[in-house]
């Protein structure tokens, strides 16, 4: 990546990621969202256009980045986004420590403070939010998102489109299903079938 990117949303999530690209000292051509209504600027650059409108500057973006924290939102914008060629190289903030042997897909966004362990694997358009913790030989699934302080143990598997929220915590081993929505501050100890909503300590 070496910009100008393009930012594909323009709420609370692209403030983020556009702090992300200030501190890899790259550029940002400019937002799109569909709530585009008139001229804004945010963090020094313009939102120029609602979500389709980003395929006519596709000659002028060297990339994009996927500024929706919504799961299944971000995996529909994902595949558009790949279906119009755009690149979506993964996004690491320089404080993040990520080990040498990790795999991340493509469209994957690392924030502030957050530490992943060896041999882990992510997959693409996930989220790893500020200080959130993901250890050794975990497999991260595409579109999972990762709260704020989240905390993942060694060979936990956290299957596709997964929620878990901030602080919350999943023990060794554990085998997390696909859309699953684990709430703030949940302790989960023992496997979660998909679809499942969890609250508090689950044994």
């Given at each position: 990546?070496?910009?100008?990117v393009?930012?594909y ?7 983020v990621?556009?702090?992300i ?12 969202d569909?709530?585009?209504?008139g ?5 020094g ?10 395929v006519?500057y596709?000659e ?5 980045v ?13 595949n ?7 690149s979506?190289?993964p ?10 042997d990790?795999?991340i ?32 030989e ?6 999972v ?9 060694g ?10 929220g901030?602080?919350?915590s999943i ?10 929505t ?8 023992r ?13």
């Amino acid at each position: 990546m070496t910009g100008p990117v393009a930012i594909y949303g323009a709420g609370g999530h692209a403030r983020v990621l556009a702090s992300i690209l200030h501190q890899l000292k790259l550029p940002i051509l400019g937002y799109f969202d569909d709530s585009f209504d008139g001229p804004e600027i945010i963090q020094g650059a313009p939102i120029l256009g609602q979500f389709g409108d980003i395929v006519k500057y596709r000659e002028k973006a060297s990339s994009a980045v996927l500024a929706i924290g919504d799961n299944a939102l971000r995996e529909k914008a994902f595949n558009f986004l790949q279906q119009e060629g755009f690149s979506m190289p993964p996004l690491i903030h320089p404080s993040a420590i990520v080990e040498s042997d990790v795999t991340i897909g493509e469209g994957t966004v690392i924030c502030i403070g957050a530490t992943v362990g060896t041999e882990v694997r992510i997959g693409n358009g996930v989220i790893l939010n500020s200080g959130s913790l993901v250890d050794h030989e975990c497999h991260i699934s595409n579109f999972v998102h990762l709260a704020p302080k989240a905390a993942i143990a060694g060979r936990a598997s956290i299957g596709r489109k997964t929620f878990i929220g901030i602080n919350a915590s999943i023990a060794n081993n554990i085998k997390v299903g696909e859309e699953v929505t684990i709430g703030a501050g949940s302790i989960v100890l023992r496997n979660v079938p998909e679809r499942t909503k969890v609250l508090g300590v689950y044994s």
